[in-house]
């Protein structure tokens, strides 16, 4: 069962660019979390959202959590060729501190 | 403080053979995960564990893999006998417990050949 979409699947851009990716379902979740993951290393967590509606910014990083729970965006401003990785959002699907994760958003920033 | 460690970090094996991986989570993290990630795709829970005692092992294939906690500290994964799809990089996480942060180990990559 497909639970979640990330898009785009893969992006490419030039340093100093700013970007959107998507983490979308049809299911609504109690909080949800992003990950960035570098070649050769296990995802490390960039945050968790939990209100509907919510925002976080983490430097040029910003989140936002949809309304109804179901969705969310992450936007990066003036993107930096230390921003290149794999961007992963995983949703909380129920007790225990379990999550689902999506295939990711594969950035790469060109300098 | 000593994050996940996980070896061996690469393992080539022939189809049929079997392997073992092993993690020492975070000191003090009662829970711990194993994830099965496919070239292309996102992480896959296989099983979690809190403390010595199994909390989902509901995605783990039982005819082939097993996994263990001992003392509730370190854990080992087997896979007997390995097929081709299980080529794929294996990673530990662990966490304090409850909602706290998933840290996750370097992974092992797996080719079966």
């Known amino acids: 069962t497909q639970l979640l979409e990330q898009s785009p699947q893969f992006l490419s851009i030039q340093e100093g660019e700013n970007l959107t990716v998507y983490c979308n379902s049809s299911?609504?979740?109690?909080?949800l979390q992003w990950y960035r993951q570098e070649p050769g290393e296990g995802p490390v967590l960039l945050v968790t959202?939990?209100?509907?509606?919510e925002v976080k910014k983490l430097k040029r990083l910003t989140f936002q959590f949809g309304d109804a729970r179901k969705d969310s965006s992450l936007h990066i401003t003036a993107a930096q060729p230390g921003d290149t990785g794999l961007y992963l959002c995983?949703?909380?699907?129920?007790?225990?501190?379990?999550?689902?994760f999506g295939s990711g958003t594969k950035l790469n920033v060109k300098p | 403080e000593a994050g996940v460690a996980q070896s061996p970090r690469y393992k080539i094996i022939e189809k049929r053979q079997s392997v073992a991986f092993w993690c020492n989570p975070i000191?003090?993290?009662?829970?711990l995960y194993w994830y099965q990630q496919i070239l292309g795709q996102g992480p896959k829970l296989l099983i979690q564990?809190?403390?010595?005692?199994?909390?989902?092992d509901s995605q783990l294939p039982k005819d082939r893999f097993s996994a263990e906690r001992l003392k509730g500290v370190d854990s080992t994964l087997k896979i007997q006998p390995a097929k081709l799809e299980d080529s794929a990089v294996y990673l530990c996480?662990?966490?304090?417990?409850?909602?706290?942060?998933?840290?996750f180990g370097p992974g092992t990559r797996l080719l079966v050949l």
């Open positions: 996480a662990s966490s304090a417990g409850g909602q706290e942060t998933q840290y």
């Open positions: 299911s609504v979740f109690s909080s």
């Open positions: 959202v939990v209100t509907g509606g």
């Open positions: 995983a949703p909380d699907v129920g007790n225990f501190n379990k999550f689902y």
């Open positions: 000191s003090g993290h009662a829970t």
């Open positions: 564990f809190q403390n010595n005692g199994v909390v989902d």
